[in-house]
């Protein structure tokens, strides 16, 4: 999908009817490339969008973007100084991310969302999609030191980041 689309998708995820024209001024793009994108959010995001003359665009169902400052609000001390939360608004897979940045040196404790997950990886290699607002998909890069057995470090991390996505999700469904 296109960049134009998920900007244009920013425009229409308050739920209210936003005309081309405004949308086409607000990005510095062509009216008719904002059709093109609220096309493309319908077929490859299977989102509806209500298209109506004189009065323009709307999201059959509005939604709220994960937001880093509203999940670093909802942190304790210990885990925002432990953990760090980056966005994307699409990958492929958030854990093949953060293993290349893991090759290249990545950020102890980082947390990688993201709003729309192609390709992930479950388990067993098994490959599945998330769609746009439907679910909250994140991984974490940790690296572990030889002081704590791992599966005792696996039940502690699990709580930390899981809390305030789960937060945020619950502001975004509501």
């Known amino acids: 999908m296109s960049e134009h689309a998920f900007a244009v998708l920013r425009h229409l995820s308050d739920g209210r009817f936003h005309s081309g024209e405004d949308i086409a001024q607000a990005l510095g793009c062509s009216r008719t490339l904002v059709w093109q994108a609220v096309h493309a959010i ?16 709307k999201l059959a169902q509005p939604f ?6 509203a999940v670093r609000a909802g942190l304790d001390e210990a885990a925002a100084e432990t953990f760090t939360l980056a966005v994307a608004e699409r990958t492929d897979s958030t854990n093949s991310q953060l293993m290349a940045r893991a090759g290249n040196g990545g950020l102890h404790g980082l947390v990688l ?26 991984s974490l890069l940790w690296r572990f030191n030889r002081g704590m057995p791992s599966w005792q470090a696996c039940l502690w991390l699990w709580g930390w980041p899981w809390r305030a996505l789960c937060a945020a999700w619950a502001r975004r469904c509501s």
Do not use: H, K
Not at 113 to 138: I, K, S
């Open 64 to 69: 709220s973007w994960l937001d880093v400052a």
């Open 42 to 57: 319908e077929s490859e995001l299977g989102l509806t969008v209500f298209s109506v003359r004189g009065q323009g665009y």
């Open 113 to 138: 969302a993201c709003e729309l997950q192609t390709a992930g990886r479950g388990r067993l290699g098994r490959r599945w999609q998330a769609r746009l607002g439907a679910g909250l998909t994140f």
